[in-house]
């Protein structure tokens, strides 16, 4: 993809395919986009019109996704000394898109007190637009870790895990999402996906809601699992220990796939900005993921992570249901387990070389 322009109040960038299924020419006192099509694709202009143009750039996004924008000045943040609820924020790659966009929904939409906590466990991110947030510093690329540090850091009676892609729209999102648990659910999520292969259904950080002390009860996420399968297995854990999850309808948006093409797409910069601006619609982020991960050098990769996760999760599955050991988590370490701990490495080494090599596609 060619580079991106951005020049004081404008944005500009060229696709080489089309991303948009209209043209659009839009103007408002705050941003005025248009999409034309060019030869093999299309052609995004948006200026802005606001004191800090990013404004204007992503009320411009919020109008292409369809939904209403907030503010993207964070000065409002004030985090409680007693928080009711601790959202934990897992930033891998997308630091734009989490500072104006899912920070912002939290600040809006959440009426108890509550904290931020962002921990990060990504590649070359510039931490610096996060300095009033309480941060923390994970291992990079193993997800499971990382959920568990923030936790850990958490003060509130509830925690809510936010994936970097996703963000909320509904007012008081949590009020319902608490009263699931209240009700007698262990966990809940705004997302839940069924795995045809294992029978049952998991849930996703859009987020994930529950009890910091049911959060510990089942031992936290397995950081065996460092990248992939750690959402299966926790969920499985709870429903195989006699427990329920539950997906709570409350209006949110998950934009899947935006950290897979920051890392694989060759240009992060680009893509970092795209996103941040929320320019991209949902369906070309997932055919972009989808174009990504089917190369070779991916696919190989991901096979060599899964095979052994899967091996290590289908021990899981033998064991009987409300067994003590279904809450047993792991420490990876290379004595017992030396042929992952290898292959965890391998793989953090290549989280780092794609990111900055920009020869993963052609």
């Given at each position: 993809?060619?580079?991106?322009?951005?020049?004081?109040?404008?944005?500009?960038?060229?696709?080489?395919e089309?991303v948009?299924?209209?043209?659009?020419?839009?103007?408002?006192?705050?941003?005025?986009?248009?999409?034309t099509?060019e030869?093999n694709?299309?052609h995004?202009?948006?200026t802005?019109?606001?004191?800090?143009?990013e404004?204007?750039?992503?009320?411009?996004?919020?109008?292409i996704?369809?939904?209403?924008?907030?503010?993207?000045?964070?000065?409002?943040?004030?985090?409680?000394?007693?928080?009711?609820?601790?959202?934990i924020?897992?930033?891998t790659f997308?630091?734009?898109?989490?500072?104006?966009?899912?920070?912002?929904?939290?600040?809006?939409?959440t009426?108890?007190?509550?904290e931020i906590?962002?921990?990060?466990?990504g590649?070359?991110?510039d931490?610096?637009?996060f300095?009033?947030?309480n941060?923390?510093?994970?291992?990079?690329?193993?997800?499971?870790?990382a959920?568990?540090?923030?936790?850990?850091?958490?003060?509130?009676?509830?925690?809510?895990?936010?994936?970097?892609?996703?963000?909320?729209?509904s007012?008081?999102?949590?009020?319902?999402m608490i009263?699931?648990?209240?009700?007698?659910?262990?966990?809940?999520s705004?997302?839940?996906?069924?795995?045809?292969?294992?029978n049952f259904?998991f849930?996703?950080?859009?987020?994930?809601?529950?009890?910091?002390?049911?959060?510990?009860?089942?031992?936290?996420?397995d950081?065996?699992?460092?990248?992939g399968?750690e959402?299966l297995?926790?969920?499985y854990?709870?429903?195989r220990?006699?427990?329920?999850v539950?997906?709570v309808?409350?209006?949110?948006?998950?934009?899947?796939?935006?950290s897979?093409?920051?890392?694989?797409?060759?240009?992060?910069?680009l893509m970092?900005t795209?996103?941040?601006?929320?320019?991209?619609?949902?369906?070309?982020?997932?055919?972009?993921?989808?174009?990504?991960?089917n190369?070779?050098e991916?696919?190989?990769?991901?096979?060599a992570?899964?095979?052994?996760?899967?091996?290590?999760?289908?021990n899981?599955?033998?064991?009987?249901?409300?067994?003590?050991?279904?809450?047993?988590?792991?420490?990876?370490?290379?004595e017992k387990?030396?042929?992952?701990?290898?292959?965890?490495?391998?793989y953090?080494?290549?989280l780092?070389?794609?990111f900055?090599?920009?020869?993963?596609?052609?």
């Open positions: 993809m060619p580079a991106i322009g951005k020049i004081q109040n404008e944005f500009i960038h060229t696709f080489n089309v948009y299924d209209d043209c659009i020419n839009h103007k408002t006192n705050n941003f005025h986009l248009k999409i099509g030869e694709g299309q995004l202009h948006i802005s019109y606001t004191q800090n143009p404004q204007g750039f992503c009320e411009g996004g919020a109008f996704q369809k939904f209403a924008p907030c503010s993207i000045d964070l000065s409002s943040y004030s985090q409680s000394d007693e928080p009711v609820i601790s959202c924020i897992l930033l997308n630091c734009f898109f989490v500072r104006h966009f899912l920070i912002p929904s939290i600040i809006a939409n009426t108890i007190p509550y906590i962002i921990v990060y466990n590649i070359a991110t931490l610096t637009v300095e009033n947030f941060l923390i510093k994970s291992e990079t690329g193993c997800v499971s870790k959920y568990n540090k923030g936790v850990a850091t958490a003060k509130g009676k509830f925690i809510a895990i936010f994936h970097d892609d996703c963000l909320i729209t007012h008081s999102w949590h009020q319902p009263a699931a648990i209240n009700d007698g659910a262990f966990a809940t705004t997302e839940s996906v069924y795995n045809p292969h294992f259904e849930l996703k950080g859009t987020p994930l809601l529950m009890s910091k002390t049911n959060y510990e009860l089942i031992g936290g996420h950081e065996f699992f460092f990248a399968i959402d297995d926790f969920s854990r709870i429903q220990s006699g427990y329920s539950k997906k309808t409350v209006p949110y948006r998950h934009f899947n796939g935006m897979t093409v920051i890392l694989l797409t060759g240009d992060p910069t970092r795209l996103f941040g601006y929320c320019l991209i619609p949902e369906l070309i982020i997932e055919k972009w993921k989808t174009r990504f991960m190369s070779s991916t696919q190989a990769m991901m096979h992570v899964h095979g052994e996760n899967l091996n290590y999760f289908k899981r599955l033998a064991l009987p249901i409300n067994s003590n050991k279904l809450i047993n988590t792991e420490v990876l370490t290379i387990y030396p042929t992952l701990y290898n292959i965890r490495s391998t953090q080494n290549w780092i070389q794609q900055s090599s920009g020869n993963i596609i052609p």
